[in-house]
């Protein structure tokens, strides 16, 4: 009787593994992409890895292989964060690089997710964090300079993330600028769904949403020329809720998810870090936000700060809307 079972189970096991070959990707033979996650043992960077490994980040034939950097107390963690990679048998996953200091967790990486930062804490706003996490942006973009390709592409995802950013264009030398890019895609994602619920439609359905400014409670998101389901948004919406719901309520969405979790958006940040990332690598003729590098021609921005702005997407760069 219980071989019988067990020839059954296998026979499903069987089935099982071959609809899995099916789908499952055939990785290229093309060399496979260094990703660097710096904060690679806490909670945002748990999120983003096992997305970047199952297609998501560059598509389900591009090998990859994984940095894993974080402080020297966390390496037993990051360890632990290998061993469930290697249990995921990702097709994609060449190797997993575990480092605790920038120069080996950047050397030849092409794509940077900088998440590695100290989150905030229940009443404490993200400039709070500016002491301390500015100072790991130095040390960061010196070994960014050293060792890290000349085409890396960057965002920053650990708070304030636009001065982050600033620091470590500044200290990264010799990689372009316009290669270092701030996360604005969760505000901006927060505001669409916002907008979704309030006029019953799909996120889909939005388009031409713009965040403006820095990632904090000044930023402003933008529905002067957002459409859902090719009507103007600001028909289907009031004044109102505009001013006194929608834009406070990204404004300071984070703040509201520290108070209802106990702890800062995690998964909501990886996944939209891995949306910035796609559409920049893949293209999007979408609308997007990203916080980007002023020279003083856009829309009357001070040169020399790191701003979001709408923009598209196509052939590896940003283009301003
Ligand atoms: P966790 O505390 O869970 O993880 C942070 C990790 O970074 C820790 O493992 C820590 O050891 C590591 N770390 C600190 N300094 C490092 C360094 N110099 N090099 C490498 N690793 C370092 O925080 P988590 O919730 O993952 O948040 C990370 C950062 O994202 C915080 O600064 C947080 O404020 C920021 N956020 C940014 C958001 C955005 O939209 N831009 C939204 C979510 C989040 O608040």
């Given at each position: 009787m219980l071989s019988k079972n067990l020839q059954a189970m296998s026979k499903r096991q069987a089935l099982f593994t071959q609809s899995l070959r099916t789908f499952s990707a055939e990785p290229s033979n093309a060399p496979p992409k260094r990703v660097a996650v710096t904060g690679a043992a806490g909670n945002i960077a748990y999120s983003i890895l096992y997305r970047i490994d199952s297609e998501e980040f560059l598509g389900k034939n591009q090998r990859v292989i994984l940095h894993l950097v974080d402080l020297p107390f966390a390496e037993k963690a990051l360890t632990g964060v290998m061993a469930e990679l290697h249990d995921c048998a990702f097709p994609l996953l060449d190797s997993v690089v575990c480092a605790t200091n920038p120069t080996d967790g950047f050397r030849d990486v092409d794509y940077a997710f900088m998440v590695g930062a100290k989150p905030r804490g229940p009443g404490m706003e993200r400039a709070d964090l500016l002491k301390d996490n500015g100072q790991i942006f130095v040390g960061v973009g010196k070994a960014m300079a050293d060792v890290?390709?000349?085409d890396c592409k960057t965002i920053v995802v650990g708070n304030p993330a636009n001065t982050n950013c600033l620091i470590l264009q500044n200290h990264a030398k010799g990689i372009p600028s316009e290669n270092f890019t701030a996360m604005t895609r969760l505000d901006h994602n927060r505001a669409l769904t916002q907008l979704a619920l309030k006029t019953n439609s799909k996120v889909t359905d939005i388009k031409k949403m713009a965040i403006w400014g820095n990632?904090?409670?000044?930023m402003y998101p933008d529905v002067r020329n957002t459409t859902i389901a090719g009507k103007p948004a600001l028909s289907l919406i009031d004044d109102d809720w505009k001013i006194k719901e929608f834009t406070p309520r990204v404004q300071k969405r984070g703040a509201e998810i520290i108070e209802l979790r106990g702890a800062s958006s995690a998964a909501s940040a990886g996944s939209a870090s891995i949306d910035h990332m796609r559409d920049w690598v893949s293209g999007s003729n979408e609308w997007q936000s990203v916080g980007i590098l002023t020279d003083g021609s856009q829309y009357n921005v001070p040169a020399g700060l790191i701003f979001s702005f709408p923009v598209t997407s196509s052939n590896g760069k940003f283009q301003l809307v």
């Open positions: 890290a390709k000349r990632h904090s409670p000044t």
